[in-house]
């Protein structure tokens, strides 16, 4: 559908045509890892610039590589700031910010930083798609609250079981903030049995409902609305990428 619109747009002799994309699907397949796999991150890109659009505006890529991908402009927000409001209200002490894997480091160091909390890695190994292995601790969080960061989830099982070994170690209340949460079946099933006192997200995605589980939707209409405004009017967006005097990338 979204192909069909930018088309119309285009036939219909749009100035400029510049594409919402606040959750960009396949983001996980940015790279071949094994033979005879796509490379549909760059294939969707490819597409997107073939139908016609002139620029992309989208939220928390899962791979930065993303935005090289396409040859047109790519203005890539943060849900953190958004998150950071929240989080700062509920003045949670003894913080400590975790990555449940080491690729998420840099996310998870930039909401140490601003919240002003120490910081731990959970290190893990990947059996599958869908099964993840929690190793080690490196950091430390017994007595601490805990705030896991992530992108996305679908499956669930980094932050699970992540979560798992966290309350294992001593950790008291495990809070885990993800931008964007696309639970598929599986995902609702391990979130509702695991040991996450409550979700925070965004509204990127359409989210059901988990029975058992306290999960707390912000809004990034907000943001994505007045990044829409400085395009429209060719003002700069460059401030709405900072975090607090910080960067998430």
């Not at 699970?160 to 008291?172: D, E, H, Q, V, Y």
Request: proline share 3%; glycine share 6%; aromatic share 6%.
């Amino acid at each position: 559908e979204l192909f069909i619109m930018i088309d119309a747009l285009r036939r219909a002799s749009a100035w400029r045509i510049t594409t919402v994309i606040p959750f960009y699907g396949y983001a996980r397949q940015d790279r071949k890892d094994q033979p005879r796999v796509p490379i549909t991150a760059k294939l969707i890109a490819n597409l997107l610039v073939a139908a016609g659009a002139n620029r992309i505006l989208t939220m928390d890529l899962h791979a930065q590589q993303i935005q090289g991908f396409f040859d047109i402009p790519v203005d890539h927000l943060y849900a953190a700031p958004v998150m950071y409001e929240y989080l700062k209200a509920k003045n949670l002490a003894d913080l400590v910010v975790v990555s449940p894997d080491v690729g998420g480091l840099k996310m998870a160091h930039a909401y140490s930083q601003v919240l002003e909390s120490g910081l731990a890695i959970v290190a893990k190994r990947r059996k599958s798609a869908e099964d993840v292995e929690s190793l080690a601790i490196i950091g430390e969080i017994r007595g601490k609250n805990v705030l896991m960061v992530d992108d996305l989830t679908e499956t669930a099982g980094t932050l699970t079981t992540a979560a798992a070994l966290l309350r294992k170690r001593g950790a008291k209340k495990i809070l885990a903030c993800v931008s964007h949460a696309i639970l598929n079946d599986l995902g609702i099933e391990r979130m509702r049995k695991s040991k996450i006192d409550e979700l925070i997200t965004t509204d990127t995605v359409v989210r059901p409902a988990i029975d058992g589980l306290k999960i707390t939707t912000l809004s990034v209409a907000g943001l994505l609305g007045e990044a829409i405004k400085r395009i429209h009017n060719n003002a700069s967006v460059t401030s709405l990428f900072e975090f607090k005097g910080g960067r998430t990338s």
